[in-house]
């Protein structure tokens, strides 16, 4: 199908980006990659009347260290990401998960902060964040802010960006020498959207770990916290872990995966990738 | 609703090395834009959610989908297509590799699989079998004849590596 009529207008800063949102509120959407929203207005799943594209503001396709954390830009593609030695050697949770987003010719074109913003429920770069106790950057009328990503994702496509705030950064944590990182998904194909799929982080403590981080995706209605089985694990106990997950995960059956599919995959995601944590990443 | 905001842009884009400007509806994407506007018809849509790789092309030397490229957002970009690549002879061993391996059945898909593949061959001198179907995976063959096009594609990649010695 082809998108219905809509006006466009591409942005040449943050301020006049936020500026138009601010003018059109919900009828207007941001466009960086359009991976997800291109194929939502073709399929007319989305009709905004006007569509602002940030693709030309300088300055949002930055990789840098700032401070204690490492910036990435709102305009920063997978494959860019990929071929950073920066999130290489400070984030490797996303050299880790990003392999698994899509194929070459939409990695090429997707942004990290679009995926962010976006909040698919199946989509491996909310967990990512989540699961590194990251923060997003947006400008709203207000000036900018700051939001942690455990406040970032409310429900299904709902995030705590309101309707004329515009994302412009995605904050994590740098990776340091008792930092340990996990990632699995199930997906049929790969490339595909994952049926079930897990990141993960803790810091190593004497011979265990500690700080467990667990965040699911594809098994609700957004990146989930597993807050249950984080507390078993962090104490050695990988069953009772894995028994955790009944309580800490609800996830419904679809067209993929039963619900009870769902749960058996959850699980042995989750002794996949506490095997991960318990080593240093290479 | 929309302001003063327009709805229909004049771009220039440079596809397979010549300059066209034309008036484009914002809406229009680059798939639609080569064939319909252009007549370019080797880029072919499929699922049109990028989903299939059927209308897979180059943007500034990268692979993309045009089907979720927005025309409007390539202006002053260059654009390569199946046309382009052919007529260049960068691929004409695949292509060759493909006719004699019987990679392709009805076709379709063989533009988009033509131009993923050469993504990868460009950069990764002899990927295994396994990274070559996990490159391809965003293309679709739907005569479901991956195994020939795996072996184009190692053949290929074999000559070339052969005639480099």
Redesign the interface.
Known sequence: ?????????KAQSVAEAVATLA??GD?ARI?AG??SL??M???RLSAP???I?I?DIPGLSDIAIEGDSLKIGALVRY?QALRSPLVAEHAPLLARAIPHI?????R??GTLGGSVAFADPAAEMPACILALGGSITLSGPDGDREVSADDLFLGLYETALGPSDMLTGLRLPLHTKESRVGFAEFAR???DYAMVGLAATARARGDGIADVRLAYFSVGQCATRATGAEQALAVGDIEGAVAALETDLDPTGDIHASRDTKMHLAGVLLRRVAAQLSEAPK | ???D???V?DVTLTVNGVEHSESV???R?LA?FLREDLGLTGTHIGC???VC?AC?VRMEG????A????T??CDGKRIETIEGLSDSGEIADLQEAFRTRNALQCGYCTPGMLI?AS??MAVEPMPSREEI???I???YCRCTGYQAIVDAVETTLRARAEAAR
């Open positions: 199908m082809k998108p219905a009529t809509f006006a466009y207008a003018t059109h009828d466009i359009g991976q291109v194929a207005l073709n399929m009347s006007v569509l594209d693709n494959t899509a194929h070459a010719a939409i090429n074109r194909r790969h490339g | 609703m929309n302001g905001l327009e709805t842009f509806e914002a809406r994407h639609d049109e959610h990028g790789g897979t990268e692979i993309v989908r089907c979720l490229t927005l409007v957002q993923a993504a990868l179907r996990d490159h995976s965003g293309n």
